[in-house]
């Protein structure tokens, strides 16, 4: 069974920076990919960002590009998301998400992952 811990999130002020961290357990771990999305305040969750285990490579979306940067430690079964120059629009329930099998694309949807951190929020103030 595998269960992931996400943490990291807090407040922060417009242009600051935060480093979220998303921790995995199960003996077995070996995802495809591993992704963090994000549900502002009366909003559906929306993607964010993706990261292919085996080889690292990323996908984000428009909104948070050069300023996101999504990695992960395989040794520490672990996924992290820094953000940087955050803004007030960032605020929001921030997740993690793996996805066991494999794709085709880069999964940038919620149905596509199998398993999920319980949330950690962001909120930016302006």
């Known amino acids: 069974q595998v269960q992931l811990v996400d943490s990291g999130g807090g407040l922060v002020q417009a242009g600051g920076s935060l480093r979220l961290s998303c921790a995995a357990s199960?003996?077995?771990?070996?995802?495809?990919?591993m992704g963090w999305f994000r549900q502002p305040p009366g909003k559906e969750r929306e993607f964010v960002a993706t990261?292919?285990?085996?080889?690292?490579?990323?996908y984000y979306v428009d909104s948070v590009k050069g300023r996101f940067t999504i990695s992960r430690d395989n040794a520490k079964k672990t996924v992290y998301l820094q953000m940087n120059s955050l803004k007030p629009e960032d605020t929001a329930v921030y997740y993690c998400?793996?996805?066991?099998?494999?794709?085709?694309?880069?999964?940038?949807?919620?149905?596509?992952?199998?398993?999920w951190g319980q949330g950690t929020q962001v909120t930016v103030s302006s």
């Open positions: 998400a793996a996805r066991i099998s494999s794709s085709t694309s880069y999964p940038i949807r919620g149905h596509e992952y199998g398993y």
């Open positions: 199960g003996r077995t771990f070996s995802p495809y990919a």
């Open positions: 990261i292919r285990w085996t080889d690292g490579s990323t």
